[in-house]
């Protein structure tokens, strides 16, 4: 018997990677606008670099990026890099299509909903409040504050203690194989692979481990409900 | 013969106060929507103390506002503070009244235009972009960049520098005593005091030292061509 759902945020929930990409492409289109004399292309792909040995939360990325290009430090550009950014960030923010009838599904079927999800606590519920979907979780958890990062066991484990459940009772949802999937799987819950976003056509190892894969996020509510309609829906499920 | 006009940016040509105190409010109804149980009057109070404390850019506002409250740190409050708050400051950001037909006649009229402005330099670049104000001025020098504040000589030196001037053709216009007008008086630099906004009813020793003052920015083009116009429009201005 499932009890609880707990969903990945970046690319389950919301739709994070297009609009990192609208956000930084639009960031540097702003910032040539205002005078940064760069082709589009040769900056782009410096500061995809950057972003990949700094981190997607590194606070410094524009400033980095004119040491980057041997550019003088113009705080103009910085600006018009924030601006860009920053809009398209609040523009373009939404959720997956049909995480709101996902959500109220479940929650009329009796689950109790989570978010695990790693990242900047404060970024992430920033997502996560924007895009108005708060009030259908009763936890969200975030590994940052456990000190760890997906798949660590001790974020899974701490999602099942929050609700009081043991491993077979919670499923897990998300897009990235090894942190959602893998994750999940062992711990002894139940894996549910959302195919979508950039790791949509990946097929790794830990695909074995996925107890169902879906392109269309609401076939999630049928698979609970398969799974809790079962004879013995408390059986174990078993290990791979 | 005055040649250049430098203003000061916030409370002079883009409306900050009104802005930063609608921010900060709108920070705290979002942070109270979102669960601080702690009464409006009572966060806003201490929020203001904070920022007094330490100052308006500090990163860390809304994290130090809970500690403050003696309350757990909870991402979820500090992202509801930040959507607040940057909601507002995106909805708000608006130059005072007159800036662009100020701005415009002055250019009709041959002026070269500055801004001279303390404060973090990205963060002042935003407010000029976002405003679209930056194409009327030739020269945009933020204080922080040469290490100073205002009213510091070295600001308004390198000011008359970058367009090759003597102190008494070019005009400073501020809304502050203390930084602009006895800033731009002791380089000998004509004062205009724009008796605007939080220090608009202020009346400190630093008055004495104003050439001119206004209550509406368009009355610093009539000022300038009054001078413009004068006989011997030359002459040094008399040290006060």
Chains 1, 2 share one sequence.
Do not use: C
């Amino acid at each position: 018997m499932i009890r609880a759902v707990f969903f990945d945020l970046d690319d389950t929930l919301i739709d994070t990677s297009k609009l990192a990409e609208n956000a930084r492409k639009n960031a540097i289109e702003n910032m040539i606008r205002h005078g940064l004399p760069v082709d589009f292309g040769i900056a782009y792909h410096e500061l995809l670099e950057l972003i990949n040995e700094y981190g997607s939360n590194f606070p410094h990325h524009f400033d980095y990026l004119l040491r980057r290009l041997d550019l003088p430090y113009e705080p103009k550009w910085v600006a018009a890099g924030v601006i860009g950014y920053h809009n398209t960030k609040i523009a373009y923010l939404k959720t997956v299509k049909g995480v709101r009838r996902t959500l109220l599904r479940l929650k009329e079927m009796g689950l109790q909903l989570g978010v695990i999800t790693d990242g900047d606590p404060v970024k992430q519920w920033e997502k996560i409040l924007r895009t108005g979907i708060d009030d259908y979780f009763e936890a969200v958890l975030i590994s940052d504050s456990v000190g760890v990062k997906k798949p660590h066991r001790k974020i899974f484990e701490k999602a099942l203690e929050m609700f009081d459940l043991k491993p077979h009772e919670a499923a897990v949802v998300g897009d990235r194989l090894y942190s959602d999937v893998y994750g999940a799987k062992r711990v002894g819950m139940t894996a549910i692979w959302f195919k979508y976003g950039k790791y949509a056509n990946r097929e790794l190892d830990y695909l074995e481990y996925a107890d169902f894969t879906v392109r269309d996020l609401e076939d999630v509510v049928e698979i609970i409900r398969g799974l809790n309609s079962e004879e013995g829906s408390d059986k174990e499920v078993p290990a791979h």
